[in-house]
């Protein structure tokens, strides 16, 4: 049975402050507690001394590469999850990355959805969970956004069925925030569906 985290520790290693910076907003804003590092050299002691579950690593990096930067986290530390991502994809780098028992490699840029998904595919490897009131509001937001696209209706749309702001609904579908009963009562109403479909199989 996966352990419940309440927050998954993420550190992104890239010399490139603006992708830090991207990936940072990106992932905290899907709940993730993340750090960044521009300095390859840092991230080997960072990895010892913090709590993460999951390392980022840029490839091309000055002053050392990515598969070296690898090699030293696998020795202070051979459990936590790795992901590679890089705009200068190679075989050679592939293989090697792969012998260090990294769990993905990514070529930049990438997609959002994609990138979810190999996350995912992280956290179950490893037998982590977001908290269960996370996961709620998750399957809520996406049940919410399948229903509404199904039926063709806009946000702007449904904010006018609903009586709630573009604001909250887009909110509620991104799993930013949490809907009342009341809320979800309404949304419910606007979708011509049952109020406990939008929990799916939760």
């Not at 075989?91 to 996350?119: C, G, Q, W």
């Not at 904010?159 to 579908?173: D, F, G, K, N, Y």
């Amino acid at each position: 049975m996966p352990r419940l985290t309440s927050q998954v520790g993420i550190l992104i290693v890239d010399d490139d402050k603006e992708i830090c910076d991207y990936m940072e907003t990106f992932l905290t804003r899907d709940g993730f507690a993340v750090k960044t590092l521009t300095s390859p050299l840092d991230a080997v002691e960072e990895v010892r001394t913090g709590k993460y579950h999951l390392v980022i690593l840029d490839l091309m990096m000055p002053k050392t590469d990515g598969i070296e930067v690898l090699r030293q986290i696998r020795k202070v530390d051979t459990d936590i999850a790795i992901i590679i991502f890089t705009g200068y994809p190679s075989l050679e780098t592939a293989v090697a990355s792969m012998k260090l028992d990294v769990v993905d490699y990514i070529k930049k840029p990438f997609n959002h959805d994609e990138f979810r998904e190999v996350i995912n595919r992280v956290m179950k490897r490893k037998g982590l969970a977001r908290s269960p009131e996370e996961e709620l509001h998750k399957v809520i937001g996406s049940t919410i956004r399948a229903l509404r696209k199904e039926r063709s209706l806009t946000l702007k749309q449904m904010a006018r069925r609903t009586s709630l702001s573009v604001s909250l609904l887009s909110q509620i579908e991104r799993a930013e925030s949490s809907a009342s009963i009341s809320s979800l009562y309404k949304i419910a109403l606007a979708l011509d569906t049952r109020i406990t479909r939008l929990f799916g199989d939760f």
